[in-house]
């Protein structure tokens, strides 16, 4: 049966990653998959994450399955995080929400309630999105269509052609998927006052929001990054959402997301909520425990927040100073256009405007590795290699 199939070509993140660790120049930089990393190249478990672990050791009493919805603790608390602390009074009726494995698993789990409510409803994504959505979503069945995003020339959004393209091909009830921060793969993001356009028109429209808070935290701070999500959800009836803790407390490995709807009305809350429990039990059964406990734990106790908080900025803050510095090395005749953008930009990346063969020359004469589209992930870069990397960048350009 097995000599049926053919090879499949490997995913481009997971390749380049192979691809580096490959490459035995002791000076190669990695630009590739998105994780956050030190000036030593490490990516440590945070230090709230360390201590809610050996809390938890000891707290833990058994192992035995918790829900097909995950931890109820942990989906409060990333709600109130997300949508604020006033969340469960303003939409608590109107919201059903489960735990997911990881971003990925709230994504897919989201595209299948939406085939359960409207199989006809095509799911729109920016050109370009994340390289996963499009095989995520579409192999739930849903149709996939796109709109103009990223303008490889200004190196910002193209917001006018992205609300023309949604105005004259999208049908009301069609979904329109969007980065809250911290877009994947460009770094662009809409401004506020871009979101609070998108906030009238989505609704005039009939489109339903899908956010994809990958990186929240990661951008320009939490209030910032969930202004987006904010804005719309008091705007419209009807919204999804998908969230990762994979970035934000380094929980990579764990997969702990959370997929959240807001509906019209209470009693479809309250169907939502068992499609969740239904769509995750015909997919894996029921969510992995261990990193959403740990989050729970943390966003629970005041202390272990504050340090997981510290840390976060930390982070944050590490990443705008490593753009600054990435910015003034471009900043030469011909590199003008990249370093303010990527000085302006937000979270782990940003996407230069490179063809296919110059990420190849940079891997293959340079060992810098980045994705073949340009992608190059902030975090990867170092006080140290930003000189090396810049010289190189502008030397296949
Ligand atoms: C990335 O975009 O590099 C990350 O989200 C990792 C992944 O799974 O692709």
Redesign the pocket.
Known sequence: MFEALTAKAP?A??HLMAMCKADANPDKIDL????YKTEDGATPIMRAVKKAEQLWWREEETKTYVSTVGNAAFRSAMLELILGADMAEKYGARIASSQAAG??GALRIGAELIVAANPNAAVWVSTPT???HIPLISSAGLKIETYPYYNRETLGVDFSDMLDRLKSGANPGDIVLLHGCCH??TGADFSRAEWDVLAKFLPEHGLIPFVDL?YFGLGRGMEDDTYGLRKLIESVDELMLAASC?KNFALYRERVGLVAVLTKDADSAINAQSQFGAIQRKLISMPPDHGAALVARILGDPALRAEWSAELDEMRDRMRSLRAQLSDALNVQGGEVMAAAVKDQNGM?STLPLTKDQAVALREMHSVYLTDSGRV?IAGTTTSNIPRFAEALLSVL
């Open positions: 995913d993140i997971m590739g998959v998105g994780v971003g990925s994340w390289a996963n994947n793969p990958a994979s990346f992930n």
